[in-house]
């Protein structure tokens, strides 16, 4: 009878912690009209993040002939204020930042090295990390500079993607911050190794399971960094096209702002809300960056990041202006 009374109290004890325990806060998305190199540094403090050690900022470098990435002149006043340096990794296509080389030359000739300190991740050596969702990818192959950092800020250049339909932070931290190697990993959703073996067509995949891979990497970096992350995705030059392309289409719409969370899928989400949610008129139309996101099927990045655990579709958006 003691026995059974001992184990009423305890299923009490529970039942009453799990109705007192709170329910999980909806991530706040913060936001700005203002794209400026103040706007840029506003929006990241009032993300409230206390951070401590070396801080990486992941940025795309841009394609030579380019001209829709983040300038150094925007970008500048966040990068020194965290004392941060510059990251990026090789690509796996032939282009200006194919090689050690190529890639070192594309950062000077875009002013980034004279701002802050720069680093190729994957310059002198990759190594393979653990990701959580194994759908597609066993691991992750990323350069070994990543060890260098206690900190990334991952900011993007939101924008389209011939493959992806959009480009934010989910593409700017899986693809993004894989090595050249790993980028061909992810795009063949597991099936290839090397870039080698991507172009000679071995790593054919659906376009689901690419979207799918992408999500599984962006989450083993944030698990990589145990959440010490911030990710930001500035709304400017809304071409249809990446900066990956050496000559991207000219934006149709205006400019939006620069958004930030820690949460990097609500702030995707938000993103492609207020692409969608846009006021189009003649002259200033979201319609071709909204049909390149659904005929890539690109909302599906966003689906399995949160089926994953990787954040939330739902948020709430806080206007700092």
Known sequence: MKKFVKILL?????????????????????????????????VFE????????????????????????LKPELIKDLVQKVDGTIVECNVAYPGARYSNEEHWNTIKYHGFYDI????????????????????????????????????????????????????????????????????????????????????????????????????AAAQSIHEYYGGKMVYINVMNNLSVDCDCNAHPADPEMGDIGILASTDPVALDQACV?????YPSTEGDDAAALIERINSRHGIHIIEHAEKIGLGSRTYELVNID
């Open 273 to 277: 809300d207020l692409v969608f949610e």
């Open 10 to 42: 305890i299923a009490a004890s529970v039942l009453a912690v799990s109705c007192t325990a709170k329910e999980p806060t909806t991530p706040k998305v913060y936001m700005t009209t203002d794209i400026s190199a103040e706007g840029l540094v506003k």
């Open 116 to 215: 802050a300190p720069c680093d190729i991740m994957d310059e002198f050596g990759e190594v393979r990390i653990p990701v959580q969702d194994t759908t597609h990818l066993k691991f992750n192959i990323v350069g070994d500079h990543i060890a260098n950092y206690d900190w990334m800020i991952n900011l993007a250049h939101f924008k389209g993607h011939a493959m992806g339909g959009f480009g934010g932070v989910l593409k700017n931290q899986s693809i993004g911050v894989a090595s050249s190697n790993g980028k061909a990993y992810i795009h063949s959703a597991g099936k290839v190794t090397t870039k080698e073996e991507l172009w000679a067509g071995i790593g054919q995949t659906e376009q689901i399971h690419f979207l799918e891979a992408m999500a």
């Open 46 to 69: 009032a993300l409230g993040v206390q951070y401590d050690g070396k801080v990486a900022v992941k940025i795309s470098t841009g394609e030579r002939g380019g001209h829709n990435f």
